[in-house]
């Protein structure tokens, strides 16, 4: 079975300050996303990394896939209470699935 | 350009019953996924349907079924329901299945079971 474990479950720091969440597998994936659902609402993706080592910018975000496509960071930079939510990554498995880890829970303080 | 919709938003419903969950996919999409997610968890892949078939199924038994229609909305069903059975069902459509495609979620149906 294919897991994605995310770290840490629980993230709370103040605006201004710059945070990295991670995702790791033991399993190469085809690729990975990233997601952000905020309370009553579905995830809505963030970005898609397809190729070992790639990383992708989104503002102040940056995405970055590990070498060996088995996990990936998300670096937020100058954190704004604007970016509070759950991060979600997943994963497309060897069967095209996509499996989600449980993510991370990021409270950012004004 | 239409998002996806889901409908009911929020649901009770007894243990041993049955309830039907629906989804509108993103017009241009062609391919419905459904997932469960329960409290503090991630989301988990229920099923996947692509032109009126099932293709692809996550570990959950029988008795999560689902539909999908010519216009692509899509359906699920659940019997039988168990107190475990209470989470955040989300729907998401794509354009192209078997490639990193894109899903877009819908707001999900939240279902309590008492």
């Known amino acids: 079975t294919q897991l994605l474990e995310q770290s840490p479950q629980f993230l709370s720091i103040q605006e201004g300050e710059n945070l990295t969440v991670y995702c790791n597998s033991s399993?190469?994936?085809?690729?990975l996303q990233w997601y952000r659902q905020e309370p009553g609402e579905g995830p809505v993706l963030l970005v898609t990394?397809?190729?070992?080592?790639e990383v992708k910018k989104l503002k102040r975000l940056t995405f970055q896939f590990g070498d060996a496509r088995k996990d990936s960071s998300l670096h937020i930079t100058a954190a704004q209470p604007g970016d509070t939510g759950l991060y979600l990554c997943?994963?497309?498995?060897?069967?095209?699935?996509?499996?989600f880890g449980k993510g991370t829970r990021l409270h950012i303080l004004p | 350009e239409t998002g996806v919709t889901q409908s009911p938003t929020h649901l009770i419903k007894t243990r041993g019953q049955q309830v039907t969950l629906r989804c509108s996919s993103q017009?241009?999409?062609?391919?419905v996924s459904w997932y469960q997610q329960a409290l503090g968890q991630g989301p988990q892949f229920i099923f996947q349907?692509?032109?009126?078939?099932?293709?692809g199924r996550g570990n959950f038994p029988p008795r999560f079924s689902g539909l999908q229609f010519p216009n692509y909305s899509s359906e699920l069903n659940v019997n039988a329901l168990e107190l475990d059975d209470s989470a955040l069902y989300l729907c998401?459509?794509?354009?192209?299945?078997?490639?990193?495609?894109?899903?877009?979620f819908g707001p999900g149906t939240r279902l309590t079971v008492t």
């Open positions: 998401a459509s794509s354009f192209i299945v078997g490639t990193p495609h894109e899903q877009y």
């Open positions: 399993s190469v994936f085809s690729s």
């Open positions: 990394v397809v190729t070992g080592g």
């Open positions: 997943a994963g497309m498995n060897r069967d095209d699935k996509i499996i």
């Open positions: 017009s241009g999409h062609n391919t």
């Open positions: 349907y692509y032109r009126e078939e099932e293709n």
